[in-house]
T-cell receptor, first 114, second 115 residues
Framework: DAKTTQPNSMESNEEEPVHLPCNHS???????IHWYRQLPSQGPEYVIH???SNVNNRMASLAIAEDRKSSTLILHRATLRDAAVYYC???????????????FGEGTQLTVNP | KAGVTQTPRYLIKTRGQQVTLSCSPI?????VSWYQQTPGQGLQFLFE???????NKGNFPGRFSGRQFSNSRSEMNVSTLELGDSALYLC??????????????FGAGSRLTVL
């Protein structure tokens, strides 16, 4: 799978927007961009995914650069419960054998200050 | 609907013993994959089962094995435990499509401590 690069840590204040960046300069045309997060003492949790267009769901928004070499996960109003490690992962849609194999990087540790 | 259930949540074993962990996927999900999480190595893929067949395997020694039953429930086994096997073992289920859009749902994990 293509590699992603994320900052090790970020801080935000409660009720403010948070923009979590991810660089994926070697992304292929068939790679989906996925975001998962892991809260303390829990398993990873799916957040959002997209291919080319920006995506919104109840948890977050995903903004994908026009050249697809970077993306940003946007939490519109951070809460204390959003403090977690956020992982940006690429999934190749054409690799039949990839199945449910996710390649996790280090992720970004998000701290939310009250 | 019920999420992914892993049992036991915590267990302590000694070196040389073996351990079996269980995972019940979300109803209707046919794929179960297993991951190991340690502070040093992060989250690493162990293997995936789909329709009772191993579909993908990570880079772990043969001491790590798994199986899937006809009801999609899965077990993983670690034999001859080593201290380095101490980790959080996570199970994830999905519908099983190979599309890049396939989304995984993880359980809370089984915390294994090897003494």
């Amino acid at each position: 799978d293509a590699k992603t690069t994320q900052p090790n840590s970020m801080e935000s204040n409660e009720e403010e927007p948070v923009h979590l960046p991810c660089n994926h300069s070697t992304i292929s045309g068939t790679d989906y961009i996925h975001w998962y997060r892991q809260l303390p003492s829990q398993g990873p949790e799916y957040v959002i995914h997209g291919l080319t267009s920006n995506v919104n769901n109840r948890m977050a928004s995903l903004a994908i650069a026009e050249d697809r070499k970077s993306s940003t996960l946007i939490l519109h109003r951070a809460t204390l419960r959003d403090a977690a490690v956020y992982y940006c992962i690429l999934r190749d849609t054409l690799r039949e054998t990839s199945g449910s194999r996710l390649t996790f990087g280090e992720g970004t540790q998000l701290t939310v200050n009250p | 609907k019920a999420g992914v259930t892993q049992t036991p949540r915590y267990l302590i074993k000694t070196r040389g013993q073996q351990v079996t962990l269980s995972c019940s996927p979300i109803s209707g999900h046919r794929s179960v994959s297993w991951y190991q999480q340690t502070p040093g190595q992060g989250l690493q893929f162990l293997f995936e089962y789909f329709s009772e067949t191993q579909r993908n395997k990570g880079n772990f020694p043969g001491r790590f094995s798994g199986r899937q039953f006809s009801n999609s429930r899965s077990e993983m086994n670690v034999s001859t435990l080593e201290l380095g096997d101490s980790a959080l073992y996570l199970c994830a289920s999905s519908l099983g499509g190979t599309s890049g859009a396939n989304v995984l749902t993880f359980g809370a994990g089984s915390r294994l401590t090897v003494l």
